[in-house]
């Protein structure tokens, strides 16, 4: 099976210029992360996604910051305009979450995208 | 808001040593997931383990097993026979057992570990 699948695996753009981050989560899976890695941070969960419909952004830093699912086998991640201090490595995470009371699924991640913003 | 410590920001072993990686972590919630993930020089994020909080027994995979403690709050992951492939960034990861705007995994910073030849 194919796994989770992030494009493209590196980005250099240049301050202001909008940037999209693309994840195709794996089939049958109907829950999608977005997470953020940088050295200051570490791993920092951005976004998530039940059903296409997103549950909680609370960790997306600034209205710059926008992510869509459109259909369950594509998400996006847009940065709108980009700045320096967005420099960092952007995970998807999909996992397949059941409808019952106990959670029970397990996060895979894709290889992620490296962004550079200079 | 739970909190993931890992005291450990880096660690050197002998290959076929064992060695022992720490996290501890801060939540009020009583049912939860603990996971140990593993970062090789690639990149990808490789799931290692999981320990459900609700199961006594540690969970063993292979090589690696946990020391789980709950009313310690520690998740420590022991690594035996290590071998040079091991070689990665490990971190921590916790997540609430019900959903409802909890279901991310919140992540400790990492420990490095280094298998030497």
């Known amino acids: 099976d194919a796994g989770v699948i992030q494009s493209p695996r590196h980005e250099v753009t240049e301050m202001g210029q909008e940037v999209t981050l693309r994840c195709k989560p794996i089939s049958g899976h109907n829950s999608l992360f977005w997470y953020r890695q940088t050295m200051m941070r570490g791993l920092e969960l951005l976004i998530y996604f039940n059903n296409n419909v997103p549950i909680d952004d609370s960790g997306m830093p600034e209205d710059r910051f926008s992510a869509k699912m459109p259909n369950a086998s594509f998400s996006t991640l847009k940065i709108q305009p980009s700045e320096p201090r967005d420099s960092a490595v952007y995970f998807c995470?999909?996992?397949?979450?059941?409808?019952?009371?106990?959670?029970?699924?397990?996060?895979?991640f894709g290889p992620g995208t490296r962004l550079t913003v200079l | 808001a739970q909190t993931v410590t890992q005291s450990q920001p880096e660690m050197s072993v002998q290959e076929a040593e064992t060695v022992t990686l720490s996290c501890t972590y801060d939540t009020s919630e009583s049912n939860y997931y603990l996971f140990w993930y593993k970062q090789p020089p690639s990149r990808q994020m490789i799931l290692v383990i999981r320990q459900e909080a609700y199961k006594q027994q540690n969970a063993t995979e292979n090589r690696f097993s946990v020391n789980f403690q709950k009313a310690a709050k520690s998740f420590s992951l022991k690594i035996s026979d290590s071998q040079l492939g091991d070689t990665a960034m490990y971190f921590c990861?916790?997540?609430?057992?019900?959903?409802?705007?909890?279901?991310?995994?919140?992540f400790g910073k990492g420990t490095h570990l280094i298998i030497q030849p």
């Open positions: 990861a916790f997540r609430p057992f019900i959903g409802g705007g909890a279901d991310g995994l919140t």
């Open positions: 995470a999909s996992s397949s979450r059941d409808s019952g009371y106990f959670v029970t699924d397990t996060q895979y």
